[in-house]
T-cell receptor, first 112, second 113 residues
Framework: GDSVTQMEGPVTLSEEAFLTINCTYTATGYPSLFWYVQYPGEGLQLLLKATKADDKGSNKGFEATYRKETTSFHLEKGSVQVSDSAVYFCALVILHTDKLIFGTGTRLQVFP | DGGITQSPKYLFRKEGQNVTLSCEQNLNHDAMYWYRQDPGQGLRLIYYSQIVNDFQKGDIAEGYSVSREKKESFPLTVTSAQKNPTAFYLC????????????FGPGTRLTVT
């Protein structure tokens, strides 16, 4: 079935370090891909999305490229801040379905 | 301000009681969803509704019920049949055809003792 696999956390970084959070997917159709972010005690916020192969989604310094050949959608940021500390979820939805499938989330901790 | 509201933020109930969680949106979105989040896990879909007066079961619907009498409202009832109801519940909505992303409310943390 369709699924999303994310790297285990927590990911611990110093401020201004480079961030990569790996995400790979398995899908039977043509998925759209998303990254959501969840701050402590809050709901999820859409961070970025990509709807077809080779698309790059970007927002707030974060970016991810839809790689069909490697079925991946890795999240990157060049210089993280303490305020980026949160849980990040990779997700997909298959065209013409109405189900968002989530990975288990990766906690990011950024220290000054 | 447009958005999705869930109330209350924290809810406490005794075992054996039914409890209803509120979800309201003023975004004029067609579709609405309920998810359950447990510590260290991703979100699991409970129920969803694409139009008024219609809804479908998600992956973990047992012990839950919903209604969609109005476009802007999608309440979730956690019944006494739900074996492990303590969790963080998230409501989401989606604009409509051609838009795949969902937008989430702030969540309700339910504790049943």
């Amino acid at each position: 079935g369709d699924s999303v696999t994310q790297m285990e956390g927590p990911v611990t970084l110093s401020e201004e370090a480079f961030l990569t959070i790996n995400c790979t997917y398995t899908a039977t159709g043509y998925p759209s891909l998303f990254w959501y972010v969840q701050y402590p005690g809050e709901g999820l916020q859409l961070l970025l999305k990509a709807t077809k192969a080779d698309d790059k989604g970007s927002n707030k310094g974060f970016e991810a490229t839809y790689r069909k050949e490697t079925t991946s959608f890795h999240l990157e940021k060049g210089s993280v801040q303490v305020s980026d500390s949160a849980v990040y979820f990779c997700a997909l939805v298959i065209l013409h379905t109405d189900k968002l499938i989530f990975g288990t989330g990766t906690r990011l901790q950024v220290f000054p | 301000d447009g958005g999705i509201t869930q109330s209350p933020k924290y809810l406490f109930r005794k075992e054996g009681q039914n409890v209803t969680l509120s979800c309201e949106q003023n975004l004029n979105h067609d579709a609405m969803y309920w998810y359950r989040q447990d510590p260290g896990q991703g979100l699991r879909l409970i129920y969803y509704s694409q139009i008024v007066n219609d809804f479908q079961k998600g992956d973990i619907a047992e012990g839950y019920s919903v209604s969609r009498e109005k476009k802007e409202s999608f309440p979730l009832t956690v019944t006494s049949a739900q074996k492990n109801p303590t969790a963080f519940y998230l409501c989401a909505s989606r604009p409509g055809t051609g838009v795949n992303e969902q937008y989430f409310g702030p969540g309700t943390r339910l504790t049943v003792t």
